[in-house]
């Protein structure tokens, strides 16, 4: 599994994490668009790495459930080998 090789350094705050990635509220310029899917698409990547890409745990860290995490990795791209 290769999430990059900065994923690991990100540190989360779980409950940060969780609230950044369940909030309805959407930027309102392209740029802080694009700048929030970045972000979230690596706190989801650092919370793989540090679950070994084990998604329930991942999804532990973030403060989620699996299918959450599940539905927001589809939403952004994120493919995991063997998944």
Request: some cysteine; charged content about 30%; glycine content about 8%.
């Amino acid at each position: 599994m290769d999430v990059g090789p900065d994923a690991g350094s990100l540190t989360l705050s779980p409950g940060l994490a969780c609230k950044a990635l369940t909030s309805r509220r959407s930027p309102t310029t392209k740029d802080a668009q694009v700048e929030e899917r970045m972000l979230t698409t690596e706190v989801v990547l650092a919370a793989i790495k540090r679950a070994n890409g084990n998604l329930t745990q991942a999804a532990r860290i973030l403060e989620l459930t699996r299918s959450k995490l599940r539905r927001i990795m589809k939403k952004l791209g994120i493919k995991i080998e063997g998944e």
